[in-house]
């Protein structure tokens, strides 16, 4: 990977519905210059996906981030549970105190306390803490 592709990516993760031809022209390729290397990308696993994002308080939808300590060793069984529960979109095993960090965003408060609640209600969890997300910048 060079520098041209790290502007690809650069790019590409602050507007990832950018055509190739208006990419190109971003970073001074051709159209099918950029279309050749977002496809080597791909194929070699650095581009995994496309994602939306979206206003969870103009969707109506409340934001949050867990901050988790994990009982059981290891931690990925715990991890994964985690990131399969509805409402969750990312969950960050980290170091320090803190084993995971959990961003969500669910219809309400009520939500988030049932969410909270079923967390820390697991065996293979010591603690969560949640904190609700007040402004997001990028």
């Known amino acids: 990977m060079d520098h041209t592709d790290q502007k690809i990516l650069a790019a590409l993760a602050r507007n990832a519905r950018l055509s190739f031809a208006a990419l190109g022209r971003e970073i001074g390729l051709s159209r099918t210059a950029v279309q050749d290397r977002v496809g080597r990308l791909e194929q070699s696993g650095v581009i995994t996906g496309y994602v939306t994002e979206y206003n969870a308080e103009a969707a109506g939808l409340v934001s949050a981030v867990l901050f988790v300590r994990i009982a059981a060793r290891p931690c990925d069984p715990a991890l994964t549970w985690l990131a399969s529960l509805s409402g ?13 960090l959990v961003r969500c965003r669910v219809p309400n408060p009520a939500a988030l306390t049932a969410l909270n ?19 997001r910048r990028c």
């Open 117 to 135: 609640d079923k967390i820390g209600a697991n065996a293979m969890i010591s603690s969560v803490l949640s904190s609700l997300v007040l402004a």
């Open 88 to 100: 969750v979109e990312e969950v960050l095993s980290i170091s320090g105190e803190i084993d995971a």
